[in-house]
């Protein structure tokens, strides 16, 4: 995974150039993945959006202003959908909030088969409890947590347009919330 | 004070469990990279300047209701108005072409591309699209060799 700046990946893209495309595909899709799932998504929703944002991209490709700022613009993109696919799902017919943390989905394998096909039972033990403990953080500690997931790594940048914060609060945030997640599993590690 | 080499080890260690627990789905990625065969080098964008999902203000509240979305593109030359309406059988679209004239109109969606055409007023429809994203292609008839004019992406 290449640590390069993305702006020239982004022009060269602009260019018609597939490979270059491929590698923006490579660097981000976990981050926007990881953005549906923030927002608690479906599987179904976060394709959806997904794709919306790529869609975009390659539609605005040639009129991005600022190319090294390629992550926070698609995760900007992928907020405003999230937001917007919340906001027509509100309007119409409640649906079950399928969040990314529950294990109820078909197509999926469960938390608890994935677990259980841990070796190691202490190692399992200690996942499991590490999972549950992010999802029952306050909605903005878990969102930035589930963002701060993403591989590779985001920018700090990335996770404040993900999250609509100013940049300068991620790094206070991020050990604000990594401390209340070590309280949640009751440890001081 | 935090521990930052201990909040380094347990970013990771989150990040591992998450590509265990929530991997990134194969699908979405190869569709990411198949987005960018839709990509049109020779339109002109129409970017959406109005979205009824996303202004709440009373104007919006009023002309729009559940199950009915407004989205608003627009160009320097011209409108395109879009209203959405939730079906049994997915999404109808209406459009409506300002200043009105006859354009052939793209429909590009989930399932591929629906062909038809705005009338003398600007009007188009289209029953039963797919939900996902979706965008227009316009080609309006008269005025040349002018380019093609894509509406943005969004997510019906």
Request: hydrophobic share 40%; charged share 25%.
């Amino acid at each position: 995974m290449t640590d390069e700046e993305p702006g020239w990946l982004v022009t060269a893209a602009a260019g018609g150039d597939q490979a270059a495309w491929e590698a923006l595909v490579e660097r981000f899709s976990g981050l926007i993945w990881a953005i549906t799932r923030a927002y608690r998504l479906s599987r179904a929703d976060a394709a959806d959006v997904s794709q919306t944002t790529w869609l975009r991209l390659a539609e605005h490709i040639d009129k991005i202003e600022n190319a090294d700022r390629i992550g926070a613009w698609l995760a900007t993109a992928a907020r405003r959908e999230c937001l917007q696919n919340i906001r027509s799902k509100a309007r119409t017919v409640p649906t079950e909030d399928m969040s990314w943390f529950d294990s109820g989905s078909d197509d999926d394998p469960t938390e608890a088969e994935v677990l259980r096909a841990e070796t190691e039972r202490e190692e399992a033990n200690r996942a499991s409890l590490l999972w549950q403990a992010v999802g029952r953080l306050p909605a903005r500690c878990r969102q930035l947590i589930r963002i701060l997931m993403a591989e590779p790594p985001p920018r700090y940048a990335e996770i404040a347009a993900a999250l609509d914060l100013p940049v300068g609060s991620i790094g206070p945030t991020r050990a604000r919330c990594l401390q209340r997640l070590r309280r949640e599993l009751g440890e001081c590690i | 004070m935090s521990d930052e080499p201990a909040d380094d080890a347990l970013e990771h260690e989150l990040r591992q469990l998450a590509a265990r627990l929530d991997p990134v789905p194969p699908e979405l990625v190869q569709a990411a990279v198949g987005a960018f065969s839709w990509r049109n080098v020779d339109a002109e964008l129409a970017e959406l300047v109005f979205d009824s999902l996303l202004n709440t203000d009373q104007a919006a509240l009023v002309r729009s209701s559940p199950g009915r979305r407004l989205v608003s593109f627009q160009t320097p030359e011209l409108t395109i108005d879009v209203e959405v309406t939730t079906t049994a059988s997915g999404r109808d679209v209406m459009g409506q072409i300002t200043p009105p004239q006859r354009a052939s109109v793209e429909i590009r969606h989930r399932a591929g591309v629906i062909s038809t055409d705005a009338d003398e007023q600007g009007s188009f429809r289209s029953a039963s699209l797919q939900t996902g994203p979706m965008s227009l292609r316009v080609r309006p008839a008269a005025g040349g060799p002018r380019p093609p004019i894509v509406t943005d992406w969004l997510s019906i």
